[in-house]
């Protein structure tokens, strides 16, 4: 699966330059996970950039990005960052929300700390993730951020505070919660395989066993619903109008019960 053909092109890269399905593709990664991140020598794009580029299923680039997260994930509580090739930067710069569920996919699993990390990602131009990202990006970026999923601080300096009370008074903007979701994505088939945990497709590309005409069939159902998706959800950030109101933050538990 590592072996590079005459042109200096991984399976990998002529898997997602010919349409590959997803079974195949995770084959590929399965076996031979380094891959993930390897640069095509050719054209210098990564994985992630050939398979938006081709327009591969959203599990597909989840699966990638998970591959390449600038975070630990599994540190929670205090975000550290890791070595990484800009997949995320890529996601949510450079491909025009096509792939923003997948970008919630990967908020809606991180913790704040998390979240405030991956908003200041910088990308090769130096530009943080938060001031790159395409519209739908930037707004689901802003939502995960909210306190509470609700309250988006208007100034980071508090208007008032009070050390002895150990309280802090800002000024807010209230917005209705984000529906609940358990995921942008559906399991559809799961093989167990010990060193394959994320050898799963999804309802979009359960492409093994189709023609040709029907895989660019589905990939255009996939552009076009995606499309009417981003269209959504930009309608949705255009009607969006937050409350003004005074929100009184403490860690006192005594204060917040009595008030």
Not at 129 to 157: D, G, I, W
């Amino acid at each position: 699966a590592a072996v590079l053909n005459g042109e200096g092109h991984s399976p990998l890269h002529l898997a997602f330059k010919h349409h590959a399905d997803d079974r195949t593709i995770m084959g590929l990664l399965n076996h031979a996970p380094e891959l993930a991140t390897q640069v095509d020598r050719p054209t210098g794009l990564l994985p992630i950039q050939v398979a938006t580029e081709n327009e591969h299923s959203h599990f597909i680039v989840h699966n990638l990005l998970k591959r390449d997260m600038p975070i630990d994930t599994s540190e929670k509580v205090r975000a550290q960052l890791v070595p990484h090739h800009y997949s995320w930067n890529h996601i949510i710069a450079n491909t025009e929300d096509m792939y923003h569920q997948v970008v919630t996919k990967v908020l809606q699993s991180c913790t704040q700390p998390q979240v405030l990390a991956l908003a200041h990602i910088e990308g090769p131009d130096g530009k943080i993730a938060l001031a790159a990202a395409t519209p739908v990006c930037k707004h689901e970026m802003r939502v995960m951020l909210r306190l509470f999923n609700t309250l988006e601080v208007v100034n980071q300096r508090p208007a008032y505070t009070n050390p002895v009370s150990d309280t802090q008074i800002f000024y807010a903007l209230r917005y209705d919660p984000p529906p609940n979701s358990g995921g942008a994505f559906t399991v559809l088939h799961e093989e167990k395989n010990d060193n394959a945990a994320d050898d799963y497709l999804e309802e979009w590309d359960d492409a093994s066993h189709v023609s040709g005409v029907s895989k660019t069939s589905m990939r255009s159902t996939l552009t076009s619903r995606s499309q009417q998706s981003i269209e959504d959800k930009l309608r949705h950030i255009r009607r969006e109008k937050g409350q003004q109101v005074i929100a009184k933050l403490t860690s006192r538990s005594e204060i917040v019960e009595r008030e």
